[in-house]
């Protein structure tokens, strides 16, 4: 077969919503973009781990510190799916990690954000888990199918996510004077970065056009955006709080909430590396591998020894 | 031996309802045993129950997908294989 009868297989798998599976013939841009996707969704999951891991040993409760624990450990899960999703395409695990400790490979901009205190975890599970299930979910449909299967198994997991975060700070917007303001100033700054989760507006976006081409992506950055600031318009209402946002309105002709101009200069310099935290992720992860070395190798070590001792026995 | 030698593991999972083994995604590990555990801590979080198989995906043979049409051929035209090929009258129940 030449390639111009696989290009056209591979056409009309896409459009019929026929998976595209690890051994078929797909274009190299196809096979690259996916890389760079899957494994900078990966790389978002791992480091998603720090900011929260950061508030284990103080969290308020039991209750807190076993499902922030519960829920971190998830995340760790959901980078081994991505990372595993990844490898079908054709690139090892060291190399995404190589790349992604050399500034090469990009994470969520939302990471580099610090967490001040004990209400940031619970914005973050509201508005940064939020975001991303929004973004996760049409993923499920997702063209390449390793990517789509890992998808449907993240999205079963985050919902209590989301639900653990929002609990929270429903519990701070009900408790004392300064658990109120923590929760009011965890939401005034993790609004913004959160918004800015869905990217750029699409004809800012140099990949929007082609992957959704490839049904790889569903909807535009813009339309989840939008759907993800009309509901949560409607959810801080509940906690009693505001979102940092004096444009904010509902337009009865849109049937969508106008919303204020986002800093995308801000965006830039969080993802360029300028962030508040962005040093301090790659150290961690940096020191985390290198640390790790040891136990690799003996692993290793001690899995050949008892191979070597096993044909021993047997010969 | 370094640490880039660790091989690459298919998992399989059955719930504890489950009937059979699905294919669950793949994972890094030493040996088998790691590879048990490790498929347990990233795959089962929310299962108990479970019977986890795990096998070094070298040893997975699989049919080439762009065969599938002269693979499959045969099965395609013989129709004779589906329920509904046969008529038989309504009256007939349990069947």
């Not at chain 1, 967490?115 to 997702?142: E, Y």
């Not at chain 1, 408790?175 to 990217?199: H, L, T, Y």
């Not at chain 1, 056009?209 to 989840?224: A, C, G, P, V, Y």
């Amino acid at each position: 077969m030449t390639e111009l009868e696989f290009q056209k297989i591979f056409d009309d798998k896409i459009s019929r919503e026929i998976r595209i599976e690890p051994r078929d013939w797909m274009p190299e841009a196809y096979r690259k973009t996916l890389i760079r996707q899957i494994s900078q969704h990966a790389h978002s999951e791992i480091v998603g781990m720090l900011p929260e891991g950061n508030w284990i040993t103080r969290a308020p409760t039991l209750r807190r510190k076993a499902t922030l624990i519960a829920k971190v450990q998830d995340e760790a899960g959901h980078g081994l799916y991505l990372y595993s999703a990844a490898e079908t395409l054709g690139i090892t695990r060291d190399e995404m990690i190589s790349q992604l400790h050399s500034g090469k490979a990009k994470y969520s901009s939302i990471f580099n954000y610090p967490t001040l205190t004990w209400a940031d975890i619970g914005a973050i599970g509201w508005l940064v888990d939020g975001a991303a299930i929004m973004n996760q979910v049409p993923l499920c449909r997702a063209s390449y199918g390793p990517y789509a299967r890992a998808m449907v198994r993240i999205c079963k997991e985050e919902s209590f996510h989301q639900r653990q975060g929002f609990e929270i700070l429903l519990t701070l917007s009900r408790g004392s004077e300064i658990q109120k303001r923590i929760c009011q100033d965890a939401i005034n700054r993790w609004w913004w970065p959160s918004v800015m989760m869905f990217g750029p507006s699409d004809d800012h976006s140099p990949n929007s056009q082609q992957t959704m081409h490839w049904k790889i992506k569903r909807f535009s950055n813009d339309e989840l955006r939008q759907k993800f600031i009309d509901v949560c318009a409607e959810q801080v209402k509940i906690l009693g709080m505001v979102l940092p946002d004096p444009l904010l309105r509902w337009n009865e002709e849109r049937k969508h909430y106008d919303f204020g101009p986002i800093n995308w200069e801000e965006f830039k310099q969080v993802i360029a590396g300028n962030g508040p935290c962005n040093r301090e992720r790659m150290t961690a992860r940096v020191q985390a591998h290198e640390d790790g070395a040891w136990v690799r190798e003996a692993a290793m070590a001690y899995a050949d020894k008892k191979k070597k001792k096993q044909e021993k026995n047997v010969a | 031996m370094n640490e880039k030698d660790w091989p690459l593991w298919e998992v399989f999972i059955r719930s504890k309802q489950g009937l059979d083994h699905k294919h669950a995604g793949s994972l890094h590990a030493a040996d088998a045993r790691m590879a048990i555990e490790n498929a347990r801590d990233v795959y089962t979080r929310r299962m108990e129950g479970v019977s986890i198989w795990v096998v070094e995906s070298k040893y997975v043979h699989a049919s080439n997908p762009d065969e599938a049409s002269s693979f499959y051929d045969p099965a395609n035209d013989k129709v004779y294989r589906h329920p509904t090929f046969y008529k038989l009258p309504e009256e007939l129940k349990n069947m």
